[in-house]
Nanobody, 125 residues
Framework: VQLQASGGGLVQAGGSLRLSCAAS????????MGWFRQAPGKERELVAA????????GYADSVKGRFTISRDSAKNTVDLRMNNLSPEDTAVYYC???????????????????WGQGTQVTVSS
């Protein structure tokens, strides 16, 4: 499985961005996908995740109500719509995929097998 992330950039506080992650290869093996982010000096954290097998979606508390994760099964993409961005959202964002059934959408980075390259999101104040 290969993952290609796109859509990062520079935006002012209060603005919006949409990240997209395109999966290719053995996509039938993917049980769930997630978006993570890592700011300088901080650990990689889960932002949002979607289970492709049991239909669950989960968000970090810090992004609930502002971010929306969605899936386009026909295109094998998972998008992350980010609204009302703040400087605290500045980070490198990564998409990731997990094989097998994803029963829980709160899994940490260690549970994901496949990773895309990061895309920088910078929010200016």
């Amino acid at each position: 499985v290969q993952l290609q992330a796109s859509g990062g950039g520079l935006v002012q506080a209060g603005g919006s961005l949409r990240l997209s992650c395109a999966a290719s290869g053995r996509t039938s093996s993917i049980g769930g996908m997630g978006w993570f982010r890592q700011a300088p000096g901080k650990e990689r954290e889960l932002v949002a995740a979607i289970s492709l097998t049991v239909g669950k979606i989960g968000y970090a508390d810090s992004v609930k109500g502002r971010f929306t994760i969605s899936r386009d099964s026909a295109k094998n993409t998972v998008d992350l719509r980010m609204n009302n961005l703040s400087p605290e959202d500045t980070a490198v964002y990564y998409c990731a995929a997990k094989g097998g059934t994803m029963w829980f959408v709160t899994l940490g980075a260690g549970s994901y097998k496949y990773w895309g390259q990061g895309t920088q999101v910078t929010v200016s104040s």
